[in-house]
């Protein structure tokens, strides 16, 4: 019984001064728990720094990279567009000329090892710019032959050759608006046609000395039918529509070099002879042709007023007509040519009343 209670009270005493020493390793516990937590944090934290160290190196590389093509891109651009506003394509060529053989640079056989290899270097490294020209100049080849079907004309000979027994014969050029007809559109009518008094008596009479041509820069599927009705006894010849004319500035000019015929016996009639015409020195000018205010023809005799100089031209054949078209100096030739045709026939005239010219 004794040794019972003996027992009891040596478990009760360790029991107590075993407590503290419990609560002491428990608080160790913690801490150490607590300090590997910490420790833990921080070496991941030092893990992760380096980590987004190389991935923002790695971004700005790519970055750069990508900044550097782009301003590359720009920069080329800017060059080809440059080259293609100031210089001609054969300008581009023979600049490029020493760039572009620069790839087949070889060494002579004569060099050393150390040459050879920096020719190899140097025509390796001229490959990319080389190849890069060579694209341009193929892209603005083929630009400029598409664009040149819309702004030059459809041929280098827009008529046939001419007859061997019509060598002779003056080829007289009609403008068709405001010049033997005028269109004029409104909203309650539409489109109305009106012909230029004279018309048919001017083509019946000058049709037997020249070869008519009407040069047109309306579409074809709008003159064609025009002259049609217009020139029933057909002394009009040919027709030449817009896909004959060089457009230019913005506009479609008339180019007279363009008809296979002597540049010295084309005589070009227009109401806008000057303004729409690449020779204007081959150009007869009258006043344009337009209905009034009501919509009325008014009268208008300009057609009729060429007749005289016109037969004049094809009865004497002079050898250059720009020569005979320059003297007039831009005025309109129909009235001028009557004026000294009258001033002349008074100055014979005069001369026969004074005995000096005798006549039967």
């Keep these: 019984m004794a040794s019972t209670m003996l027992r009891s009270r040596i478990l009760?005493?360790?029991?107590?001064?075993?407590?503290?020493?419990?609560?002491f390793f428990c608080s160790n516990k913690e801490?150490?728990?607590?300090?590997?937590?910490?420790?833990?944090?921080?070496?991941?934290?030092?893990?992760?720094?380096?980590?987004?160290?190389v991935g923002g190196s790695e971004n700005k590389a790519w970055n750069f990279f990508m900044y550097g093509i782009a301003g590359a891109l720009t920069?080329?651009?800017?060059?080809?567009g440059y080259a293609s506003y100031a210089y001609s394509l054969d300008e581009v060529e023979e600049k490029t000329k020493a760039l572009r053989e620069s790839v087949n640079y070889t060494a002579g056989n004569d060099a050393?090892?150390?040459?050879?290899?920096?020719?190899?270097?140097?025509?390796?490294?001229?490959t990319v710019p080389a190849k890069a020209v060579e694209l341009y100049l193929d892209m603005r080849r083929l630009l400029e032959e598409h664009v040149k079907g819309f702004t030059e004309?459809?041929?280098?000979?827009?008529?046939p050759d001419l007859h061997p027994a019509e060598q002779h014969v003056f080829t007289l050029v009609l403008d068709l608006n405001e010049t033997i007809i005028y269109?004029?559109?409104?909203?309650?009518?539409?489109?109305?046609?009106?012909?230029?008094?004279?018309?048919?008596?001017?083509?019946?009479h000058v049709g037997r000395f020249y070869e008519i041509v009407v040069y047109s820069d309306q579409l074809s599927m709008y003159v064609d039918p025009v002259v049609e009705r217009l020139d029933t006894n057909h002394f009009i010849r040919y027709r030449l529509s817009r896909s004959a004319t060089k457009y230019q500035d913005g506009k479609h000019y008339r180019d007279?070099?363009?008809l296979n015929r002597d540049p010295g016996k084309i005589l070009y009639v227009s109401g806008h002879a000057f303004e729409n015409s690449l020779q204007p020195e081959n150009s007869v000018p009258i006043k344009a042709f337009k209905?009034?205010?009501?919509?009325?023809?008014?009268?208008?005799?300009?057609?009729?007023?060429?007749?005289?100089?016109?037969?004049?031209?094809?009865?004497?054949?002079?050898?250059?007509?720009?020569?005979?078209?320059?003297?007039?100096e831009r005025k309109d030739v129909g009235k001028e040519f009557l004026e000294r045709s009258k001033d002349y026939q008074r100055r014979m005239q005069e001369q026969r009343q004074q005995g000096r010219i005798w006549h039967r």
């Design 12 to 23: 009760s005493i360790a029991s107590r001064t075993n407590k503290p020493n419990r609560r």
């Design 183 to 204: 269109s004029d559109w409104k909203r309650d009518r539409g489109w109305r046609t009106f012909k230029r008094p004279g018309v048919d008596d001017f083509l019946q």
């Design 153 to 159: 004309p459809a041929s280098e000979k827009l008529l």
């Design 75 to 80: 920069g080329a651009t800017a060059f080809a």
């Design 112 to 126: 050393s090892n150390v040459e050879k290899y920096q020719g190899l270097l140097y025509s390796t490294a001229m």
């Design 256 to 258: 007279l070099s363009k």
């Design 291 to 328: 209905t009034d205010e009501m919509g009325e023809v008014p009268l208008d005799t300009a057609l009729l007023d060429l007749i005289p100089f016109l037969e004049y031209v094809a009865r004497n054949s002079p050898s250059d007509i720009r020569k005979v078209l320059a003297s007039y």
């Design 31 to 53: 801490s150490t728990i607590s300090s590997q937590s910490i420790t833990s944090d921080q070496s991941a934290a030092a893990g992760e720094a380096p980590a987004q160290a």
